[in-house]
């Protein structure tokens, strides 16, 4: 299962188009919340660890993974920055790096183009200085479903108290951990 969600990963960053056999019975509508709006987008700018990644999937104990997922924002102007994002795995041998531009709509929502010239639609649940919580949406025949929400820090490893805070703020955006798997990386 943990491959599984790497390749989820990396198919919505356009790496690799293998889905499950029901990947596409399991998308739900993107949530429909206002994206935070009011954060200073040069205080988002650098480095940072994937700590949490949501995926509608029925529910299962929450997930490790020994592999780490670490990315880096770079501003390129007011309108547009990089999203360059790196994977480690010394348990399976491999790596991957992953270069995806990123326009600004506004503060809080994102159009993230894919190495294919696809684009995903991005919105940020919330935003601090220690931590951010994206919900990545696409379009699947022609309405907006929710790809995953990850939850990215500047902190790592991430503790329990902070998974319980992380986990609280998803379940305040409409996410159900019945319906949903959250798999952690707490060893990074």
């Not at 990947?23 to 739900?28: A, E, G, I, P």
């Not at 299962?60 to 670490?70: F, H, M, N, R, T």
């Not at 270069?99 to 929502?109: E, K, Q, R, S, Y």
């Given at each position: 299962?943990?491959?599984?969600?790497?390749l989820?990963?990396?198919?919505?960053?356009?790496?690799?188009?293998?889905?499950?056999?029901?990947?596409?019975?399991?998308?739900?509508?993107?949530?429909?919340?206002?994206?935070?709006?009011?954060?200073?987008?040069?205080?988002?700018?650098?480095?940072?660890?994937?700590?949490?990644?949501?995926?509608?999937?029925?529910?299962?104990?929450?997930?490790?993974?020994?592999?780490c997922?670490?990315?880096?924002?770079?501003?390129?102007?007011?309108?547009?920055?990089?999203?360059?994002?790196?994977?480690?795995?010394?348990?399976?041998?491999y790596?991957?790096?992953?270069?995806?531009?990123?326009?600004?709509?506004?503060?809080?929502?994102?159009?993230?183009?894919?190495?294919?010239?696809?684009?995903?639609?991005?919105?940020?649940?919330?935003?601090?200085?220690?931590?951010?919580?994206?919900?990545?949406?696409?379009?699947?025949?022609?309405?907006?479903?929710?790809?995953?929400?990850?939850?990215?820090?500047?902190?790592?490893?991430?503790?329990?108290?902070?998974?319980?805070?992380?986990?609280?703020?998803?379940?305040?955006?409409?996410?159900?951990?019945?319906?949903?798997?959250?798999?952690?990386?707490?060893?990074?």
């Amino acid at each position: 299962m943990l491959k599984q969600v790497v390749l989820v990963f990396c198919l919505h960053l356009g790496i690799l188009v293998t889905p499950a056999p029901d990947f596409h019975s399991t998308m739900k509508p993107c949530p429909s919340f206002k994206s935070k709006r009011n954060f200073g987008i040069n205080k988002i700018m650098g480095e940072w660890n994937l700590a949490m990644l949501l995926i509608d999937e029925p529910y299962k104990q929450p997930e490790d993974d020994s592999s780490c997922i670490k990315g880096n924002f770079k501003k390129i102007n007011s309108t547009a920055f990089k999203q360059i994002w790196y994977e480690e795995s010394p348990q399976y041998g491999y790596g991957a790096i992953i270069d995806l531009p990123t326009v600004l709509a506004h503060t809080g929502d994102w159009t993230v183009t894919d190495p294919l010239g696809g684009h995903i639609q991005l919105k940020i649940a919330r935003a601090s200085p220690s931590h951010l919580c994206m919900t990545f949406c696409g379009t699947h025949h022609g309405k907006s479903t929710h790809l995953w929400t990850a939850v990215v820090t500047r902190k790592k490893p991430i503790n329990n108290m902070d998974f319980l805070i992380l986990s609280a703020e998803l379940l305040a955006q409409g996410f159900s951990n019945n319906d949903s798997n959250i798999i952690k990386w707490d060893k990074c």
